[in-house]
C-alpha cells in the first residue's frame, strides 16, 4: 500500500523561507495526483491552503505557494511569520476514487 | 456565506453504531462534491469517504463495508452511517465541500467536527 510521506517536523526562522515537500513511498508525485495542502492549528478545523497543486484558496497570502518539485509536491512558504507555527497536510489523489492524507509537518517558527 | 456543521457525534460502545450529520447552508449539498475526513486524538487526518455530485461514493479501506455515505436533499445535509465501530475509530469526524466551490474533489470549506469516541 502506497504511503504519502511528509516531514514530521520542521523549523524556519522569521523572515525565512521554508519548503514542506508531500511524496510517495513508491512513485513520484505529478499533477495528476491533485496535490492540496491544509494548515491546521490546535483545535482548530484545517484550513485550505491550495488545491489542485498550485491553486491558492480564498484569502491564503501569496508568501505561500505550491508547486511539484522533482517527484514531490511541495508547499513553500516565503518570509515565515509567528503565526505560520502550524501543522501543515497534504492530501493526494491515488485513483479509483480514494484520497490519502500524509502524516503531516509540524511547523515551527523560531 | 457557506456553512458547514457537523452533529450527531457522542459516545458508543465497540461493535455499536453512529450517524452523523453535516447541515448545509449557503450551497446545495446534492451539486457538490462532498467528503469526510476524521482526525484521531493526537494524531493526523486522515480521508474517510467522497460522494461525487453526481451520486458515485468511495471510501477508505479502513472503512470500506461498515460506513455508508449519503445526502438528503430534502434537509440538505450530508450523511455518514457508521456500523460495526471499533476503538480506531475514535476521532473527531469533519464533513468538507469540494474545493473551487465544490467543483473538485479535493476538501475546500470545513465544518467544526463531531467528536466520535468508540469506547466500553
Given amino acids: ?110 | 456565506e457557506v456553512q458547514l456543521v457537523e452533529s450527531g457525534g457522542g459516545l458508543v460502545q465497540p461493535g455499536g453504531s453512529l450517524r452523523l450529520s453535516c447541515a448545509a447552508s449557503g450551497f446545495t449539498v446534492s451539486n457538490n462534491h462532498m467528503s469526510w475526513v476524521r482526525q484521531a486524538p493526537g494524531k493526523g487526518l486522515e480521508w474517510v469517504s467522497i460522494v461525487y455530485s453526481g451520486g458515485s461514493t468511495y471510501y477508505a479501506d479502513s472503512v470500506k463495508g461498515r460506513f455508508t455515505i449519503s445526502r438528503d436533499n430534502s434537509k440538505n445535509t450530508l450523511n455518514l452511517q457508521m456500523n460495526s465501530l471499533r476503538a480506531e475509530d475514535t476521532a473527531v469526524y469533519y464533513c468538507a465541500r469540494g474545493a473551487n466551490s465544490g467543483t473538485y474533489l479535493a476538501p475546500g470549506s470545513w465544518g467544526q467536527g463531531t467528536l466520535v469516541t468508540v469506547s466500553s
Fill in chain 1, 1 to 110: 500500500q502506497t504511503v504519502v510521506t511528509q516531514e514530521p517536523s520542521f523549523s524556519v526562522s522569521p523572515g525565512g523561507t521554508v519548503t514542506l515537500t508531500c511524496g510517495l513511498s513508491s512513485g513520484s508525485v505529478s499533477t495528476t495526483n491533485y496535490p492540496s495542502w491544509y494548515q491546521q492549528t490546535p483545535g482548530q478545523a484545517p484550513r485550505t491552503l491550495f488545491y489542485n497543486t498550485n491553486t491558492r484558496s480564498s484569502g491564503v497570502p501569496d508568501r505561500f505557494s505550491g508547486s511539484i518539485l522533482g517527484n514531490k509536491a511541495a508547499l513553500t512558504i516565503t518570509g515565515a511569520q509567528a503565526d505560520d507555527e502550524s501543522d501543515y497536510y497534504c492530501v493526494l489523489y491515488m485513483g479509483s476514487g480514494i484520497w490519502v492524507f500524509g502524516g503531516g509537518t509540524k511547523l515551527t517558527v523560531l
